[in-house]
């Protein structure tokens, strides 16, 4: 009676079609290049004057070449710039979120304050450093402030400093990031059950205690995720140094990150090191992968639930201030 | 009893908010402020009242043939938007596809988007350089908003909130009402995810707008310039010898359209943060 | 003329779960079949292959006289009514009826004509501009039957439809639904797994456990011959009394004997099993306390645990012999918890089941 396979009512198709820009979007632009990247990490491959030299295999020469050029400095540089950005951002952060929270301290205008500390974060990342330079230059606005209200003697030289560099690109780092990551950190506390605090308070915590105690172990898993996201933006630091120090890292190379190192092989067309620069990076970049996959995933159980709340009473606000 | 150490946590709570708030406005200010003034006066210091040079330094800015500024307007505006439209239709599209069908690679597809979730772009620079270089498109606007296709962070945001929000009662109601499988993402899909399609488009925008890395790679031809390539090409000038003034009126118009329309859509965009989690 | 007719269809699902094993079922012309069963029973699985929603893993799937396997479920001729409604949230109530007949490319007029009809019926009229969020939730459900009437459907097809409303609205809308029926004049199958909806709006009950029909038959017989002890536990509430009894063979016949209990049953059915334990069913409302029923043998002098009086009546809850009962007596024949009562036991009424089998012997 069947000889031939009916066609079933299936759906599945439709579940490839959706999906199918996405992945040629995927490969074309990110998989296949991320390949020949790799592939090209294994050659010399460079331009000298007109000429193109290569490409040549010389299996890790490339990769010996970086570990003896300054590449461990640049990651070193890299590390320094996000720590003085992130210590004090996760630090501000928590308070903050902290303070929103407590309902002790009815604070007022939160809503204000919110918009203000995000607002940065929304700035180009180069003319926030393109206004930096011109604010903390030699003779720029802010060391004219400071000399006239007789803090300094004489301008001090921010740029020729490493560390009043570092500490530049910290500051910006932290100030793009923090109304960022208070918010998240906010929701996370808000996600905590008021039941729990109550309880606190009726056993007689002190707001510090209950900080301690009750808010930390209960946003840890978004802690992580904020840490592993800072990590990786860490990593990927390149517009803010490089236009304060037009690309060069100065002084000395000491604001120098790798992702300014690898821009310079790419300009100079050195394809062999741009690889290496790149390979290093992507294993970086797929061990912290792995991780906020992690983080999500055991997340998940617990948010599976508190997820369906998480976004409708928000999505109600949202349509009522439309 | 312990009214009174409330009141002091509050007193410290407001002075570090406010301290917090001049840092964020402050910078912003003395931009604004010294976009309005003119060179000299900017090289004797530093001024809170604005000065009367707004207009001759916007027509330096634009008179300038070595900084196209309104081209730059132009093409940042084009990729933006392009990026905005496309990472917010193709990610919802994806994340419906996974959300609302079963099929073998359901899962892998899910596993391996999440997996690249927060790959950054810059690993596979050298490759995608080459690569656009061979189809023709370098120095076009197609590389700096094509790719806007696969984005995995809009993505995951729009798969959390398929969960929360559409039921996927809804597409089999629209099943049996006759609605064709691509019409119900259409007229059914797209019209619930408003919300979320609207902030995920605010932040792709945003993201492409200020982008410096790969359009300073793929352009090189001033008509095409994107405005961060513009900014930083100011930076490499020889900086002494120009006109502060048209220093700063170029970072206003880089930056001041975002914050009007920031200021606008804040409540939008600060519900979004905090719903997203997920954001490059 | 739709009849749904299922010919030994199977239902797996990609994950290798059958849920469906082997299904035959004829539902008739016009009828209102109500799918009942716990939840994972396949009930719902059942009403979605009719609606096209789930493939059908092998077996036909008629209705009226066409095989629907490979039939999209547009082109079908059902409609559905949806647990939670599914309403388009972004649609006012008039676009949300008349979405289906835009699709089909209905002229204009006729849509405002059979929207503003079936409004009409359903007391919808005041509000066909409001969206679904604007709407209580018993006129959102009234929307989801709108939007499948107007399509003229030979099917209907109800998933749970009343379990999202309160108690007081649920009772209202059973009897809408059932007269709706009766208005329309097409099929309705109805899925639930509360046992008083099945019983107070089916023509037939179809109660199903674990994929597989265990009673297709009308509400009466249901209540008065379950097959099973399945069927017996799950309609009626509260639920049937489940009494391990010894069976003795007496003079003129056999006895079930449990405690003092000797309950004269004379059924030939019964022979095999003289010595063996079987399961006699008795429901709540079979104990009596009034004097005129009490018989040779049939009394049980059990203790209250637990006493629930509901006005009119009283549920007792028993200890007896070990075993624990419930009962329904008239109030004034109750007594209190921690006393004794007794209680005669209608044989007439009693069922028997095998203890193994699970399968009625008599009743």
Same mark, same amino acid.
């Given at each position: ?188 506390? $808000? ?26 172990? $209960? ?40 992702? $300014? ?62 | 009893?312990?009214?009174? *150490? ?160 559409? *039921? ?113 | ?11 797996? &699902? ?305 200890? &007896? ?43």
């Amino acid at each position: 009676m069947k000889d031939i396979k009916e066609k079933e009512i299936s759906y599945a198709k439709y579940g490839y079609l959706f999906i199918a820009p996405f992945f040629i979007a995927f490969l074309v632009f990110q998989f296949i290049p991320l390949i020949q990247t790799i592939y090209y990490s294994f050659f010399e491959y460079y331009r000298s004057g007109l000429k193109i030299i290569g490409p040549n295999p010389v299996g890790f020469a490339n990769y010996e070449a970086l570990f003896a050029s300054d590449f461990p400095k640049y990651a070193g540089n890299t590390i320094i710039m996000w720590l003085l950005g992130f210590v004090p951002q996760i630090i501000v952060s928590l308070i903050l979120a902290a303070w929103f929270t407590d309902i002790r301290l009815r604070i007022k205008g939160k809503q204000f304050f919110k918009v203000v500390i995000y607002m940065p974060n929304l700035i180009m990342a180069s003319a926030f450093a393109m206004l930096f330079f011109a604010l903390f230059s030699d003779n720029g606005p802010v060391n004219h402030a400071l000399v006239s209200a007789g803090l300094l003697e004489q301008p001090f030289r921010f740029l020729s400093s490493v560390w009043g560099t570092r500490g530049l690109v910290g500051l910006m780092n932290f100030l793009m990031w923090f109304g960022n990551t208070t918010i998240l950190l906010m929701a996370a506390v $808000m996600g905590i059950n008021p039941a729990l605090f109550e309880a606190a308070e009726l056993d007689g915590c002190t707001p510090r205690q209950t900080f301690f105690r009750i808010t930390l172990p $209960m946003i840890r898993p978004i802690l992580v995720y904020v840490l592993i996201t800072s990590m990786i933006g860490g990593l990927q630091m390149f517009d803010v140094p490089q236009i304060l120090t037009n690309g060069k890292g100065t002084p000395d190379r000491t604001s120098m990150t790798l992702i $300014m190192y690898l821009n310079n092989h790419l300009f100079s067309k050195n394809y062999g090191m741009a690889g290496a620069v790149s390979v290093i990076l992507f294993i970086i970049a797929a061990i912290l992968c792995l991780v906020v996959y992690f983080t999500l995933n055991s997340e998940d159980d617990s948010r599976k639930i508190k997820k369906r709340d998480r976004f409708k009473p928000r999505k109600e606000a949202l349509q009522n201030n439309g | 009893m312990d009214k009174k *150490p409330s009141h002091v946590r509050t007193v410290v709570a407001y002075i570090v908010l406010i301290f917090l708030t001049f840092l964020c406005l402050f910078f912003f200010y003395i931009l604004v402020v010294n976009a309005t003034r003119n060179h000299t006066q900017i090289q004797k210091g530093f001024s809170f009242i604005p000065g009367k040079s707004f207009i001759p330094n916007l027509k330096h800015v634009l008179n300038d043939a070595n900084i196209p500024v309104l081209s730059g307007i132009k093409n940042s505006l084009i990729v933006s938007s392009l990026s905005a439209v496309l990472a917010t239709y193709f990610s919802a599209l994806t994340a419906y596809g996974l959300y609302a069908y079963n099929f073998k690679l359901k899962k892998p597809a899910f596993i391996f988007i999440m997996l690249i979730l927060v790959m950054p772009t810059q690993v596979s620079a050298m490759g995608f350089i080459n690569l656009i270089t061979k189809m023709g498109m370098l120095n076009t606007l197609f590389p700096l908003f094509l790719p806007s296709i696969a984005a995995p962070a809009v993505f995951y945001f729009m798969y959390s909130y398929m969960q929360s929000s559409l *039921p996927l009662e809804l597409v089999e109601a629209a099943r049996i009402d006759g609605c064709g499988e691509f019409k119900t993402f259409n007229r059914i899909v797209i019209p619930i995810m408003k919300p979320a399609l609207a902030v995920q488009a605010i932040f792709a925008f945003v993201q492409s707008w200020n982008n410096y890395f790969i359009p300073a790679l793929v352009i090189s031809d001033n008509t095409k310039k994107t405005l961060p390539i513009l900014i930083a090409a100011l930076r490499s000038a020889d900086f002494l010898k120009f006109d502060m003034g048209k220093v700063y009126m170029l970072i206003t118009i880089a930056i001041v359209p975002i914050i009007i329309v920031y200021i606008a859509l804040s409540k939008y965009i600060v519900a979004g943060v905090a719903l997203g989690g997920v954001k490059e | 003329m739709a009849g749904i007719t299922f010919k030994n269809v199977v239902k797996t &699902y990609d994950n290798g779960v059958t849920v469906v094993p082997d299904l035959n079922m004829e539902i008739k012309d016009k009828e209102f079949v109500v799918l009942v069963g716990p939840s994972g029973c396949g009930k719902s699985t059942t009403l979605r292959m009719i609606a096209g929603l789930e493939s059908i893993t092998s077996g036909d799937l008629f209705i009226g006289d066409q095989r629907m396997n490979a039939v999209p479920p547009k082109d079908r001729n059902i409609a559905m009514v949806f647990q939670s409604y599914a309403l388009y949230p972004h649609m006012t109530v008039y676009k949300n009826m008349a979405f289906a007949l835009e699709l089909a490319k209905t002229p204009k007029e006729e849509i405002d004509k059979k929207v503003h009809a079936a409004a009409e019926i359903l007391g919808l009229e005041p509000y066909l501009d409001r969206k679904p969020k604007a709407l209580s939730g018993g006129q959102r459900q009234r929307v989801a039957l709108g939007r499948a009437m107007v399509r003229n459907p030979e099917v209907f097809l109800l998933d749970e439809p009343l379990s999202n409303l309160d108690a007081k609205l649920r009772t209202e809308m059973r009897s809408q639904i059932s007269k709706l029926h009766k208005q329309l004049g097409t099929t309705f199958v109805y899925v639930t797994h509360d046992q008083t909806e099945a019983m107070t709006m089916g023509d037939r009950i179809c109660v199903m456990k674990d994929g597989i029909i265990q009673q297709f038959d009308t509400p009466q017989n249901l209540y008065d011959y379950p097959c099973n002890l399945f069927v017996a536990g799950f309609i009626g509430s509260p639920q049937m009394n489940f009494i391990d009894a010894t069976v003795e063979k007496t003079g003129n016949g056999f006895a079930l004997c449990f405690g003092e209990a000797k309950l004269n049953v004379n059924n030939e059915a019964l022979a095999p099993y003289v010595g063996k334990t079987v399961v006699c069913g008795v429901r709540p409302e079979d104990f009596h306390a009034e004097p005129q029923f009490f018989g040779e043998g049939n009394a049980i002098d059990a203790y209250i645990d637990l006493d629930e009086m509901m006005g009119s009546e009283s549920y007792l809850y028993l200890d &007896y012999a070990g075993q624990k009962l419930v009962t329904r007596v008239p109030a004034r024949y109750a007594k209190k918890a921690d006393e004794n009562i007794k209680l005669a036991v209608d044989v007439d009424k009693i069922h028997v089941f095998d203890k193994n089998t699970e399968l009625v012997i008599c009743q």
